[in-house]
């Protein structure tokens, strides 16, 4: 069973096995700027609108779909991440680069062919339902994809690429290599669904 809990867990663990290879560096005083916040807001309303008048059906295919698009974006983030760090490294420790290279692409290998599926499978998912207007709900994970890109094009990565980050990164491929393919399947079978009366009440109460 897939939970929100175990999502959040899972990607603050793969995010830290790369922590000693991927700095980030932001400038706190510009980390809400203007757009960021106005596509946050935008996010908000649409949010409200699209749950606005949905039955339990409806709520909890919007949850579901918001979980394994979640688990998706988060892969493919972590894949951008690795990619970049292994590149990094293969160039700041040359007899580095084979065995990097090597087990990124088997990384990858397993990896990329799961999220193709996962994305797939939740595509079908939205698309053989009548509870919410599929369009809608790709409007939704449109503008959630925005508000992310935009936030990580504020941030600038900067790659550790000293011989024992680099290590460090080539022995944990083995770690986030099968804890990802586990999220990954699991967004093809059962998700845990919340009890959404809560949240229902709370939508008619808006809009009276």
């Excluded at 980390?31 to 709520?59: A, F, H, P, R």
């Excluded at 094009?153 to 080539?170: F, G, H, I, N, P």
Aim: one cysteine or more; charged letters at 30%; proline letters at 3%.
């Amino acid at each position: 069973m897939f939970h929100f809990a175990r999502l959040i867990v899972f990607i603050a663990f793969s995010l830290v096995a790369f922590h000693s290879v991927c700095a980030f560096a932001q400038d706190q005083e510009k980390q809400i700027e203007k757009g960021q916040g106005d596509l946050i807001e935008q996010l908000k309303q649409n949010t409200d609108e699209l749950l606005s008048g949905l039955d339990e059906e409806g709520l909890k295919l919007v949850y579901s779909t918001r979980m394994r698009d979640g688990v998706i974006r988060a892969v493919q983030y972590i894949q951008e991440m690795v990619s970049g760090a292994v590149g990094a490294c293969g160039q700041a420790q040359p007899d580095m680069k084979v065995p990097l290279d090597q087990r990124y692409e088997k990384w990858w290998g397993t990896l990329g062919p799961l999220l193709e599926k996962a994305e797939a499978y939740t595509k079908e998912k939205i698309d053989s339902q009548d509870a919410v207007p599929p369009e809608k709900i790709y409007q939704h994970l449109d503008l959630v994809s925005e508000t992310a890109e935009y936030t990580r094009s504020k941030v600038e990565k900067q790659y550790v690429t000293d011989r024992d980050a680099c290590q460090y990164l080539l022995d944990n491929m083995d770690v986030t290599e099968r804890d990802l393919s586990k999220q990954l399947n699991d967004v093809m079978t059962a998700i845990s669904l919340p009890d959404t009366s809560k949240a229902k009440e709370a939508q008619e109460q808006k809009g009276q």
